[in-house]
C-alpha cells in the first residue's frame, strides 16, 4: 500500500518538474539535465544557491540540475476532504456570483482576473510571480529567500493542489494567486513563527506547541486557509491540531439557558456572540492541547454539530471528535471574534444597546482564548458588509447542491446577529492589534470582496 501512495505523490511531482523545467520524462531519471537560461540565476548571479538541496523536500537541486527524486510524506493518510461551508469559488474557476437588487444571481467575471489557464513553462515565470504577491514584503520574503527556496515552493504548490484537486500544470490566474499569493506565503510566515518560538526552549526540554489565531470574519475563507495550512504541516511531517472558536459553544442546553437570561436581547438569541461559549471548556481543551509533547500523547479534539436542533445546534458526539497526537508542533485556532477588545460602555451602546451584554460577557475571554495564543493571523475586510454576500452566497451554493440552506431573509436575520459586533470590535483590532499581542508577531492581511490578499491602502 505504502508504493501505492509513494507512486501516487512521486507522479505528478516528476510532471510538475518537467512542466517548469521545459523537459520531457525520459530525460528525469535521476540523471542531471541543464535547465533553460533562466534570468534567475543572472539576476543573482549565485546558480548553486538559487535552488539548493533539500532533504525534506521532494527533489534535489544543484547546479540547476535536477539530481534526485523522492517522496518524503508517501507515509501519511491524510483527511483530504473539504471542511464544510468553505468559501472555495476560486476552486472550480473565475466566475465570480455578484447579488442585484431583485435578488437575481448572476455569474459575472472578475475583470482583475483573466480567465485563461497559465501554463508556467519555467522555474523563473513561478519564481517572477511569487515575488509580485502583495504578501511578499509583509512575512520579510526577499526575492533571493524566495530562489533559494524554490523547490520547496514548488512542492507546497504540488501539495495543495492534489489537497484541492487542481491541475497543476494549467493553474488558473485565481487558483495560482491563492495558492502562490496567499496560502504559501502564510505557511512560510508560520514556519518561522514556530522556529522563532522554539527557539526560547533548550535541548531536551517540553516544547509546547505554538497556538497561532486566526482572526477572520465569517465567509472569508479562514476555514479553508486553516484546513490548507493543517495539511502542509503534516505533509511536511509537523503533528498539528485544529480548532475553531465555534467547538466552544455551549450545548443546546446552555443556549436555552443563555436566551432564558437575557430576554429580548437578539444578540444572545442564538449562537455567536461573547457569551454563548463554554469558556471553562475552553480553556480545559487549550490547556490539555498544549500538553501534548511527547509522541504516543492522544487526545480528541472537541467538534460542533451546527446542524442538530434544527441548525440551533449542540456539541458533537465525542465519539466523532477527531485525535491528534503528540508531539504538537503547532495548533491553529480560529475564529470571527478572536482578539476582540472590551470597549467602554458608551461606545458599544452607540452601536446598538443589546451589545452592552456582549461587551460585558467579553471581559472573561482573554485569559479562556487570547492568552494561549502567541502568533496572529488577522484577516482584514474593509467593509463588514461583505459577510452578508459571502454568507449568502454559501447558503445559494448549498441549495443548488441540494443541501438544506437559508433563505435570503434569514441569511439576513442571521448576520444581523453579528455585524453590531463587527462594527465595534473590528476598528480597534484593526488599530491596536489583538488583545495581548506583540506586534512584530501579529501578520495582517488585507482581502478584498473576493477573499483575494490585496495591498493595504
Known sequence: MAGATSSLISSPWQATLEHYNNHKRSFVKGYPFPCHSDPISNSFNIKRRLLPSSSSSSSIFKDN????????????????????????????????????????????????LPTKTVDVSSVSDLFEFICSGPLVEKIGITPEKVGQAIDKWLLYGSQLCRLFQLNELKLTIPQKARLYHYYI????????????????????????????????????????LVFALDYLFKTTKMNSATISIDDFYLTAEGQAKLREENPGNALLEYRGNAGSHDLPFSVETMEALTKLTKEGMKMKVPRYDKSAYSGRGDRGDPTTWPEVEGPLKVILFEGWMLGFKPLPAQVVKAVDPQLETVNKNL???????????????????????????????????MRQAGKAGMSDDEVNDFVSRYLPAYKAYLPTLYEEGPSGSEPERVLAIDIDEERNPILAT
Open 65 to 112: 540540475h535536477v539530481v534526485a527524486h523522492s517522496s518524503s510524506s508517501s507515509s501519511y493518510k491524510l483527511q483530504t476532504s473539504m471542511p464544510s461551508g468553505c468559501g472555495c469559488s476560486w476552486i472550480q474557476d473565475n466566475s465570480m456570483l455578484h447579488y442585484s437588487p431583485t435578488s437575481n444571481w448572476t455569474s459575472k467575471k472578475c475583470s482583475a
Open 363 to 397: 471581559e472573561a475571554y482573554y485569559e479562556a482564548w487570547d492568552k494561549y495564543i502567541d502568533a496572529w493571523v488577522v484577516i482584514k475586510i474593509k467593509d463588514p458588509s461583505y459577510v452578508y454576500r459571502w454568507r449568502l452566497q454559501a447558503e445559494i451554493a
Open 185 to 224: 506565503p502564510v505557511f512560510v510566515w508560520c514556519q518561522d513563527q514556530i522556529a522563532l518560538h522554539n527557539s526560547k526552549f533548550k535541548d531536551g526540554d517540553d516544547v509546547p506547541p505554538l497556538v497561532i489565531g486566526f482572526s477572520a470574519p465569517q465567509g472569508c475563507g479562514k476555514t479553508t
